[in-house]
């Protein structure tokens, strides 16, 4: 099978694309038929090296985590999956699995789910690690409710576009930051209030919202905790919260590690199959162009979702 593979860390140039001996799934592992994939900041974290001393890869190494495709094999032990079921969900290497950029993946039967009836596998592949990500903040740790204030930073991206779409069905009002098409896109997607983070200081600008859901990290993630009312609750996807000040404001605020298991996943099946989540794929591109398909999601000019067509 092919499988787009690095032998050294670095930038998109290391990326090739190998023939390799099909995947065995071991106990416990389904063999799916990748037939999408879709690329997430991690796979560029995990080619550029920045976890080897954490996660040292073995190489060549097959990148990438969210899959969609069709169940072609089944490890011993496994009893949740047939052969032939329409699945999404994860296999990233890094977990123990196979990865995502290859024809085929052996990945944990606890990763992956029934993947959602009338969509293409094209979105299906967009929606696993941002769609779980979000849904486990807004839902889980935010517990967010109708008629509450909540920022997302970074509402353009593969988990802000997400967000904000579960918020608003909520029932919340929404205000997020976003520059030119992605400001464009959040708008679409129903945001209440467009901050252009080039312009503007969100922290001078909103004030008194029961939650934060910041997707981009740095210095800003404490600086929304001062946007929060008393009581309130902030979720970052990067940055430690500073413990101190969130006492001082008398506020919550926390790192989400997201967990894509089949649980949530079966919850983010229900969310698109009740319309309330429409996938936001922006950029499909072929296996064979997967060093283009990183370049697109690093430019930082694509919101939304870049996507691999694996098979066709
Ligand atoms: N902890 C976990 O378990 C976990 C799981 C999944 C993801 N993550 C992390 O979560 C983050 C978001 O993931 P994603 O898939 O949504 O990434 P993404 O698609 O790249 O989106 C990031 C968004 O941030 C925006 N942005 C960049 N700089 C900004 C700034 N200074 N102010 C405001 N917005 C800014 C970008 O908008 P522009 O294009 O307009 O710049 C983009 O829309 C990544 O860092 C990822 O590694 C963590």
Redesign the pocket.
Known sequence: MRAAQISEYGDPSVLQINEVETPVPKPGQVLVEVYAASL???DT?VRSGRLKDAIPLQFPATLGGDIAGIVSGLGDGVNSFNIGDKVYGQASIVAGNSGAFAEFAATSEKQIAKAPSDLDFQQIASLP??GV?ALQATMEHINLHSGQKIFI????????TIAIQIAKHLGAFVAT????A?ADLVKTLGADEIIN?ETHDFAQILNGFDAVFD???GD?FNKSLTILKKGGIAVS??TQPDEAKARELEVTAL????KVNTEKLDKLTKLVEDGVIVTQVNKVFPLDNIKEAFKA?ES??T?GKVVIAIKT
Not at 153 to 160: L, W
Not at 177 to 180: G, Y
Request: hydrophobic content about 30%; proline content about 6%.
């Open positions: 997430n900041p991690f974290t690690l941002v990500s930073h970074g509402g353009a991206g593969g988990i802000g930051t976003a520059k030119d992605g983070y997707t981009v990290g800003d996807m990067i790192h989400q590690a997201t999601r930082g000019a919101p």
